[in-house]
């Protein structure tokens, strides 16, 4: 006997299940648009890098990665959410590197057991971990490439690319990441989120196809030095102009997300573009030059696999379901921290 319940019953058992999932995606963006301007790099250029490191990519690695070109994008800020949900998270996108003294790069060492065993793992992500988390990250996508498993090469690509533009902002390898020991709060919002939001969009960021590399661990550290030597110049810039012009004129106030906010003024900005000649577009050129260079190095450290047999890979219920939970607990802690913030 032919029931006329069951398949009722699963409709709606299904239409309940992607209700809750567009319900609390829709919070989730609706809370990202809320905290847009403390956002890293800003969602926007995270977003960006990952994208345009897709099209670097060998035609053999495009076959997956082009096809999934949407998730790779809009999955470059998850490790931003995670940051005030996960234990562990917040100290992989950046390293202090002068709580080291001047030397740091000379005694820190390049691979983690060895700085474990030198500073004691604690102490270490306190001051964060960027440069071992790029090293960690790469371990993970060689070994999800090795077995083929596309809904892990695809969330740690995504996670991936982030760290790695994240590693590029020269900011997040001090501990003045803020200015708030030098007097220029907002400083670190305004080099990242700010700059890019006004002028980014005359930035050039298509390079040639990716490039082996031979040593992620080299490359990783060599993307913090040239960050941190850029700090003085982010910092030194914005003291020099900060003199020249009149406290109202530094900042102007605009309507976002209808609450009005500070931001620094569109002449001040400009100007400040111009001093740091293009150092902004440097920095996030070469973040699209290496995230496309290690996805590439992995594959090819893998036996570069053949992946168009994973290529019609489609995130199943069972994606959906964990990445709706993700979602849900990063919501309920940003509704705690918002709670006991208040
Ligand atoms: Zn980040």
Redesign the pocket.
Known sequence: MVSHCAPKKIFSEEAKFFFIITLILSLVKGQNEALGSDI??GFWAHKRINRMATFRLPPEMQVFYKKHIEYLTENATN??KR?YAVVGEAER?FIDLDVYGDSALLILPKFWPAAVARFGEDSLRKHGIVPWQIQQSAYQLTEAFKTKNPGRILKVSADLG?YVA?AHVPLHTTRNYNGQLSGQEGIHGFWESRLPELFAGNYDLWIGPAEYCDNIAIEAWKIVRDSHLACDSVFLFEKQLTLRFKKDEKYSYELRNNVLTRSYSREFSEKYHQMLAKQVERRMKASVKMVGDIWYTCWVNAGQPDLREISGFAPGIKEAQEQAEEQKSWLQKLFNVRTESD
């Open positions: 890293r790099w490790p931003d940051r996108h982030h994240d």
